[in-house]
């Protein structure tokens, strides 16, 4: 099953079927359908029973429960029954269990969501187990379970060992937390550009609001296109452009800005 990583994914809870659609329209490339935390347990079963295939035009990411929870084989039945896009298994710690998983689901993709201190030492593992397409940053349970402060710069150690655990293991791209602040969406916007700059492939979203300045902050800025057409454009050979070195992997990161431009 092909699958392609979103940039601005958005969480709708499983027992609001009607915000499905207004968050589909929101502009996000994905919708992430959450059974997990934003479903009460007494709720669980009704979001589950709002599932369907095709109920939406807009790839769908299922947010299950986490392996171990009373739920969570209901959750895949339901996955595999509504031919989800894909499969965001949370609280990913056992690369055994998840290997197993991805056996069951046979070539669903899954999307391991790191957020704690056991699922961070395991990610280079979880990383290379076939069937998982790429991991994801549940950076405010993370700092919970370690009883750290919710801050970018606390966080950089475990962001950037999730985008080379990512690496390594041939990933696309990791998906970076959320940002809960939803009054200032400078903040959100800022957020992203953090996580793009440390090699994150995108960031999930938990209001339309986001959506659109996550997708910005991951698209090359004016500054950054004008580089890339520069360096592109000096006369072959050049080893120097205003200063700096141009050699191959320059010239590579010049074509991949270039290419990450929609135009």
Same mark, same amino acid.
């Given at each position: 099953?092909?699958?392609? !990583?979103?940039? %601005?994914? /958005?969480?709708?809870?499983?027992?609001?079927?009607?915000?499905? #659609?207004?968050?589909?329209?929101?502009?996000?490339?994905?919708?992430?359908?959450?059974?997990?935390?934003?479903?009460?347990?007494?709720?669980?079963?009704?979001?589950?029973?709002?599932?369907?295939?095709? =109920?939406?035009?807009?790839?769908?990411?299922?947010?299950?429960? #986490?392996?171990?929870?009373?739920?969570?084989?209901?959750?895949?039945? +339901?996955?595999?029954?509504? *031919?989800?896009?894909?499969?965001?298994?949370?609280?990913?710690?056992?690369?055994?269990?998840?290997?197993? !998983?991805?056996?069951? /689901?046979?070539?669903?993709?899954?999307? %391991? =969501?790191?957020?704690?201190?056991? &699922?961070?030492?395991?990610?280079?593992?979880?990383?290379?187990?076939?069937?998982?397409?790429? =991991?994801?940053? $549940?950076?405010?349970?993370?700092?919970?379970?370690?009883?750290?402060?919710?801050?970018?710069?606390?966080?950089?150690?475990?962001?950037?060992?999730?985008?080379?655990? +990512? @690496?390594?293991?041939?990933?696309?791209?990791? /998906?970076?937390?959320?940002?809960?602040?939803?009054?200032?969406?400078?903040?959100?916007?800022?957020?992203?550009?953090?996580? @793009?700059?440390? $090699?994150?492939?995108?960031?999930?979203?938990?209001?339309?609001?986001?959506?659109?300045?996550?997708?910005? %902050?991951?698209?090359?800025?004016?500054?950054?296109? +004008?580089?890339?057409?520069?360096? /592109? &454009? +000096?006369?072959? $050979?050049?080893?120097?452009?205003?200063?700096?070195?141009?050699?191959?992997?320059?010239? *590579?990161?010049?074509?991949?800005?270039?290419?990450?431009?929609? $135009?």
């Amino acid at each position: 099953m092909n699958f392609s !990583l979103p940039i %601005a994914p /958005l969480f709708v809870p499983g027992d609001r079927p009607e915000r499905f #659609a207004k968050a589909a329209a929101s502009g996000a490339d994905a919708v992430i359908i959450d059974l997990e935390d934003a479903v009460a347990p007494e709720a669980k079963a009704r979001a589950r029973g709002n599932l369907r295939a095709g =109920l939406i035009e807009t790839p769908v990411i299922l947010r299950v429960n #986490a392996m171990g929870t009373a739920w969570h084989d209901e959750d895949i039945a +339901a996955a595999i029954a509504a *031919e989800a896009g894909a499969v965001m298994l949370p609280k990913a710690e056992d690369p055994a269990a998840i290997a197993a !998983l991805t056996m069951r /689901l046979d070539g669903m993709p899954v999307l %391991a =969501l790191i957020e704690s201190a056991q &699922g961070l030492a395991a990610a280079r593992q979880i990383a290379r187990i076939p069937g998982v397409t790429s =991991l994801a940053f $549940g950076s405010v349970d993370y700092s919970l379970d370690l009883g750290m402060a919710h801050r970018p710069e606390l966080l950089l150690p475990a962001r950037s060992e999730l985008v080379m655990a +990512a @690496r390594l293991g041939e990933l696309l791209p990791p /998906l970076d937390g959320v940002t809960t602040q939803l009054d200032d969406i400078s903040v959100t916007q800022a957020d992203a550009r953090h996580a @793009r700059e440390l $090699g994150m492939g995108g960031k999930m979203c938990i209001h339309p609001r986001q959506v659109t300045p996550v997708q910005q %902050a991951f698209l090359p800025s004016e500054a950054e296109l +004008a580089w890339a057409r520069r360096v /592109l &454009g +000096a006369a072959e $050979g050049a080893s120097a452009l205003d200063g700096e070195m141009i050699d191959r992997p320059v010239s *590579e990161r010049a074509q991949r800005i270039l290419r990450a431009h929609p $135009g």
